[in-house]
């Protein structure tokens, strides 16, 4: 089981961003879990939807205590968003990301914990929730998560992830971390997002309220949509049962981001996530 939820290639990057282990210098003690097995078992917990008290230790080796605590020790050491950046960095350099037209997104989805960075979903009966706010490029690649309550706004949760697009490798010329395009749907429609947009030089195509159907920019965005919907196979992924954000932002391999005040990306310090409050949504002066 180990050799089919860790293949070789997954291995080999993995190596390039793990810590190394730390030594003994009294000797004794237990032999420490190979990270091989630890890796597995997290990939198992994130797709099987399972409490780590429920881990099989006959199929993996370690306890579900030993992959909570190496996990939590890989998520403060930012092992997932390097491990993101460096995928990201590999398929660059091959040429295998399209820039063209990028887009923009969120889902909710309940906390069933709450926890930080959780808030009332207006959409799931005042529910504690958070929301995952995703910038993927044409092919639904994520180039950027963010974390934030259910009852953030989309429009001020726009500013964030774009800034949080790491450099990438190109396949010649300078690093990359500007889409050519980015579509976003009707709840980021306001004018003060068009202008920042405009001014870093990013072409939007944003969907006007009363104006403009949002089935015809389902022509561009379904596949941030198809993303979305392979995140949610992840059973871990589709409910919150992590208390802190940055253990639950983890496992989206989501890459560094500026986090606004109640938003929060993988790669934030503990001391740095704060609880989102509840927030109102921006007029817009054009209506």
């Known amino acids: 089981m180990v050799e089919r939820l860790v293949p070789d290639e997954l291995w080999e990057l993995f190596q390039r961003v793990v810590p190394e282990a730390p030594s003994r210098p009294q000797g004794g003690g237990r032999r420490r879990h190979g990270d091989p097995e630890v890796l597995a078992a997290i990939v198992f917990v994130a797709t099987s939807g399972c409490t780590?008290?429920?881990?099989?230790?006959?199929?993996?080796?370690?306890?579900?205590?030993?992959?909570?605590?190496?996990?939590?020790?890989?998520?403060k050491a930012r092992v997932w968003a390097k491990l993101h950046r460096l995928v990201l960095d590999e398929l660059g350099a091959r040429g295998e990301l399209d820039w063209s037209r990028c887009a923009i997104d969120s889902v909710n989805m309940r906390a069933l914990?709450?926890?930080?960075?959780?808030?009332?979903?207006?959409?799931?009966?005042?529910?504690?929730?958070?929301?995952?706010?995703?910038?993927?490029?044409?092919t639904g690649l994520p180039l950027s998560a963010g974390i934030s309550g259910a009852n953030l706004h989309d429009s001020q949760a726009l500013i964030p992830p774009v800034k949080g697009i790491p450099p990438i490798r190109s396949r010649r010329g300078r690093r990359r971390r500007r889409p050519g395009k980015l579509p976003a749907d009707k709840g980021y429609d306001y004018d003060h997002l068009r202008r920042w947009l405009r001014g870093r030089g990013i072409r939007h195509r944003i969907a006007r309220k009363g104006v403009e159907s949002s089935t015809r920019l389902g022509r561009h965005r379904w596949t941030i949509e198809r993303t979305m919907s392979w995140l949610a196979r992840g059973r871990r992924l589709h409910r919150r049962y992590e208390r802190k954000a940055e253990h639950f932002l983890s496992p989206h391999r989501g890459e560094r981001s500026t986090p606004a005040p109640d938003m929060a990306s993988s790669s934030d310090p503990p001391h740095r996530v704060s609880r989102c409050q509840p927030s109102t949504r921006p007029r817009n002066p054009r209506r």
Not at 54 to 62: I, N, V
Not at 65 to 70: G, K, S
């Open 52 to 75: 780590w008290q429920q881990l099989p230790s006959a199929s993996f080796g370690p306890s579900g205590a030993t992959a909570h605590r190496r996990f939590a020790e890989w998520t």
């Open 113 to 138: 914990k709450r926890g930080e960075l959780t808030g009332p979903n207006p959409v799931d009966r005042g529910k504690y929730g958070s929301k995952i706010h995703l910038i993927t490029e044409r």
